[in-house]
């Protein structure tokens, strides 16, 4: 093993990458062979294919006491999921929706012989429970006359401790959304509480908008934004709703960015589901950010997004 070769002398780290598919199991053998501290990451969020996912590694540790007996890790397992749900929101990068571990499908039960047997004895197909990494069920989804008591226990659930001021702007973008959906799930309270967390100072916001699709021809958008003390309209052609909001902000901030990337998913389920759209733009100076938007209509997300993009790079700028 490695300690023979150093002993007490120094301590062994692995840092390794998933181009094949085997980060997890080569941190995993590396401890077996005396390494004591490996590099990891959420998600497995990293270059190329990523790096060793760090939940994979510490619930295979806590979980297979018959192969790493006597070893432990002092990161608490109940924040793994609200951990990886943070660094979603934060980054854009969702994983796989059968990721080990915290893919939205890794505690899901389809097939009527899974059902059974989980049903009957959860060890039959569960090694781990969903308990175990937080992911807590408890059944209760807020709606239009929920009050901020079970806002304020519901966001505690989700592992958000906020203050007084933090708690009355949550609730206000609440009533805001259950105004406009019928059912707001635990992924919707997550979203609006993060998005409004990592909002960055604001020289551009959104007003309104206003987007016709054509499915022949250009397509239009009318965007109302406020700058400053200023209340700035104005209109754009586009090829497409999006290329067209986004070209009516670059006529009102007079910067032209460039579309490197857009990425639009449903926060949670239901037709009325919110859109949380990511785009990364390069504005001028070769600088790439990132920028996110959230709301029911997809199109307003992306103005959103793409305003928040070009916030970034000005506060950035500055």
């Given amino acids: 093993t490695m300690s023979d070769y150093v002993g007490n002398k120094a301590i062994i780290s ?5 181009d094949l598919g085997l980060a997890t199991a080569n941190s995993l053998f590396g401890i077996m062979a005396g390494a004591r501290q490996i590099e990891c990451t959420i998600n497995g969020i990293g270059e190329r294919a990523g790096n060793a996912a760090l939940e994979e590694i510490v619930m295979a540790i806590k979980t297979r006491k018959d192969e790493f007996s ?33 893919g939205k499908n890794a505690f899901l039960h389809e097939s009527g012989i899974h ?18 990494i937080g992911l807590e069920n408890d059944n209760i989804v807020l709606g239009k006359h929920s009050g901020r008591h079970a806002v304020k226990s519901k966001l505690e659930t989700l592992g958000f401790d906020l203050s007084d001021n933090e708690l009355n702007a949550a609730f206000e973008r609440f009533k805001i959304l259950a105004d406009q959906k019928k059912d707001i799930f635990d992924d919707d309270l997550r979203a609006l509480v993060t998005d409004e967390m990592i909002k960055i100072p604001e020289i551009f916001e959104v007003i ?17 934004i406020r700058h400053k003390d200023r ?16 070209k009516a902000v670059d006529r009102i901030s007079n910067i032209n960015g460039i579309l ?4 639009v998913k449903a926060v949670s389920s239901g037709k009325d589901a919110m859109a949380k759209v990511t785009v990364k733009v390069q504005f001028e100076e070769k600088m790439v950010v990132l920028g996110s938007g959230l ?7 992306s103005a959103k997004a793409y305003v928040a993009a070009l916030n970034s790079y000005l506060n950035l700028r500055k």
Avoid: W
């Avoid at 209340?231 to 986004?246: E, H, K, Q, R």
């Fill in 260 to 263: 490197k990337d857009y990425q």
């Fill in 115 to 132: 059902q059974d047997g989980v049903l009957k004895h959860p060890e039959t197909y569960e090694i781990i429970k969903a308990s175990d």
């Fill in 295 to 301: 709301d029911v209509d997809t199109m307003l997300a």
């Fill in 70 to 102: 006597g070893l432990y890790t002092d990161i608490v397992c109940k924040e793994i999921y609200k951990t990886s749900r943070l660094v979603s929101s934060i980054t854009g990068m969702e994983p796989q929706a059968n990721k080990s571990i915290v």
């Fill in 14 to 18: 692995v840092h390794n990458h998933n």
């Fill in 231 to 246: 209340i700035i309209s104005d209109s754009a052609l586009g090829n497409g709703s999006v290329d067209s909001i986004f």
């Fill in 208 to 224: 309104t908008l206003s987007s016709n699709s054509c499915n022949k021809g250009h397509s239009s958008a009318s965007i109302t």
